[in-house]
């Protein structure tokens, strides 16, 4: 039952994402040493050491095209194993039934194991800026209510105390 559940999902996956295939066709083309040797450069590269990717093209003597393909083959799966999408094993399904060889699916694998908790912790560290980017939004806004406050206050208190409001600048 497990086995037909993954199949299904596999040819679910393939029929909703048409670039995949193209990407899977991209890849095929590349001499599988050359796969082995590039693939996980682009990884560290693009992810780890933010290189401009197109600058990869020149260091990794490929063309743009394939840097891209590369690098949208990279994320997908990673965000697919982090989101708890697909598995492992959904992933060498999918590579199998678009023809890529044994070698390239072996690459991709390891790629993804090898960096996993590596991009598990960059999700957790891009998480953790876009909250720390809204708490000082939030923090902004809150002066500003508490400055308002204060001028309101200011302003009740010199009325109670008998002394002349003060003259209203909207009027």
């Given at each position: ?23 899977m066709r ?21 992810f ?35 989101r ?13 039934s ?5 070698s390239?699916i ?6 993804l ?15 953790t800026q ?11 806004q809150?002066?500003q209510?508490?400055?308002t ?23």
């Open positions: 039952m497990d086995e037909l559940f993954a199949a299904l999902l596999v040819d679910e996956m393939i029929k909703q994402v048409p670039p995949f295939k193209y990407y991209e890849i095929s083309k590349m001499p599988d040493a050359d796969f082995e040797s590039k693939f996980p450069l682009v990884f560290k590269y693009v780890v050491e933010r290189v401009d990717p197109e600058k990869l093209p020149k260091i990794l003597d490929v063309t743009p095209n394939l840097v891209s393909v590369m690098i949208s083959v990279t994320r997908t799966f990673m965000n697919d194993l982090a708890g999408t697909a598995t492992e094993k959904m992933i060498v399904d999918l590579c199998k678009s023809g890529l060889s044994d390239k072996d690459v991709i694998t390891k790629d194991i090898i960096n996993s908790e590596f991009w598990y912790k960059t999700l957790m560290f891009s998480n876009d909250a720390s980017s809204v708490l000082e939004d939030i923090k902004i809150n002066n209510i508490l400055d406050l204060t001028t309101i206050s200011d302003t009740f208190k010199k009325i109670v105390e008998g002394s002349p409001a003060p003259d209203n600048p909207y009027q």
